[in-house]
């Protein structure tokens, strides 16, 4: 080879070293276009885990809620406000049935008188959520006062 020709593949060789900018920019806006159908997942991922986290918090308050109603008489307290955590519980309950006696293992009246009552609750959140339900829930009211005979 002649000097000329050597001196021309070096040539050649230094100017196909490398990226040259406007490579790099397309590799760059490429790579780009590549990841913004990540980052939109990435978001809708976090709403995701929010949302179920909120849910979850809904249920466990609903448990709560439900778990604390079972103590309640509605014939002796049919309305009232409860505090669950960052929540306010309140209900008002209405009689749905007439009022029987409870029967004793013999079939004979015993000292209760029993009405079912149709108790409508809501869940109030600090953020102003709110979560509504109806549960149905039996009253009681003694008849007669309770005989202690401990002889």
């Known amino acids: ?15 196909q070293a490398g990226f040259s900018l406007l490579e790099s920019l397309v ?8 990841f913004l159908p990540l980052l939109a997942l ?10 179920a986290e ?5 249920v466990k308050d609903m448990t709560s809620a ?3 109603l079972r103590t309640v008489n ?7 406000t409860e505090p669950l955590g960052d929540a306010v519980l309140t209900w008002n309950a209405q009689p749905v049935s007439e009022e029987r006696p409870a029967l004793d293992q013999s079939g004979a009246p015993g000292r209760f008188m029993l009405r079912l009552y149709e108790v409508n609750a809501a869940i109030t959140y ?3 959520r709110r979560a509504e339900f109806t549960v149905r829930s039996m009253g009681w009211r003694p008849t007669a006062p309770f005989a202690e005979s401990f002889e």
Do not use: H, W
């Open 126 to 128: 600090s953020d102003g």
């Open 74 to 80: 509605p014939a002796k307290q049919p309305e009232g």
């Open 1 to 15: 080879m002649t000097a000329c020709a050597k001196q021309i593949a070096a040539q050649r060789k230094d100017n």
């Open 42 to 51: 990435q978001g809708q991922l976090a709403r995701t885990v929010f949302a």
């Open 54 to 58: 909120r849910a979850e918090t809904s």
């Open 66 to 68: 439900l778990s604390y």
């Open 27 to 34: 590799a760059v806006a490429l790579i780009a276009a590549a």
